[in-house]
């Protein structure tokens, strides 16, 4: 499939784009390019690569971490410091924030 000028419009409309007729033309042969790459991807054997395991960012130290499991949707996730650490001021499990001005000023009205 190639992707034309407009093609490119429809797609520029719906994500809200405006573009002139000259971003519509240089785009629509750079789509296309990225298109026909992705259709390739999906075409590759992966062979026995597997899906259980993925790469692992160097930092961890190893080469290969596993997969999420999908019996791991039901947690929430883990946060890298408790939020009460960042907070200000932490009360009861509760951010505490200054009272705003706009409502002190309502509860003085009648």
Do not use: H, K, N
């Amino acid at each position: 499939m190639a992707i034309d000028r407009t093609e490119v419009a429809r797609v520029a409309r719906l994500a809200r784009l405006a573009l002139a007729r000259e971003e519509l033309d240089a785009l629509a042969p750079q789509l296309d390019r990225i298109v026909e790459y992705v259709a390739q991807l999906a075409d590759a054997d992966s062979g026995d690569a597997g899906i259980e395991r993925c790469a692992a960012p160097a930092s961890l130290g190893v080469d290969r971490v596993p997969l999420r499991s999908d019996d791991d949707d039901d947690r929430p996730d883990a946060l890298a410091r408790p939020p009460a650490e960042d907070a200000p001021v932490w009360r009861d499990g509760f951010f505490l924030v200054p009272r705003l001005a706009a409502w002190d000023r309502s509860e003085e009205e009648p």
